[in-house]
């Protein structure tokens, strides 16, 4: 098992920035780690991942050019750097991962095995 631990959400003004970070107890070289948010009465949303093996990261179109996801150099930790926040950018956030081959589901809720808490990000205009 694999717990995550998120930190870093809190309450901005749009257009400001917040960094959210991820740390795993474990994770080795194919590791898939992604942040997820959830709004009120809103279904959960993917927002961005990264494979490790290579460093792929993807994005969701709402956030490509505000959001960047990386990793640190011990590869235990994740973080979401969100800068130009916007009101539609209010939800709780989550961590996920998951082992896989070869990336290709990386990112994909039904893919990601393991869960952390969430963070609340609140975005006000």
């Known amino acids: 098992v694999v717990h995550l631990v998120e930190s870093g959400g809190g309450a901005v003004q749009a257009g400001g920035s917040l960094r959210l970070s991820c740390s795993a107890s474990?994770?080795?070289?194919?590791?898939?780690m992604a942040w997820f948010r959830q709004a009120p009465g809103k279904e959960r949303e993917g927002v961005a991942s990264?494979?490790?093996?290579?460093?792929?990261?993807t994005y969701a179109d709402s956030v490509k050019g505000r959001f960047t996801i990386s990793q640190d150099n011990t590869k235990t930790t994740v973080y979401l750097q969100m800068n130009s926040l916007k009101p539609e950018d209010t939800a709780m956030y989550y961590c996920?991962?998951?082992?896989?081959?070869?990336?290709?589901?990386?990112?994909?809720?039904?893919?990601?095995?393991?869960w952390g808490q969430g963070t609340q990000v609140t975005v006000s205009s």
């Open positions: 996920a991962a998951a082992f896989q081959y070869d990336g290709k589901s990386c990112g994909r809720q039904r893919a990601m095995a393991y």
């Open positions: 474990y994770t080795h070289s194919k590791t898939c």
């Open positions: 990264i494979y490790f093996d290579g460093r792929i990261t």
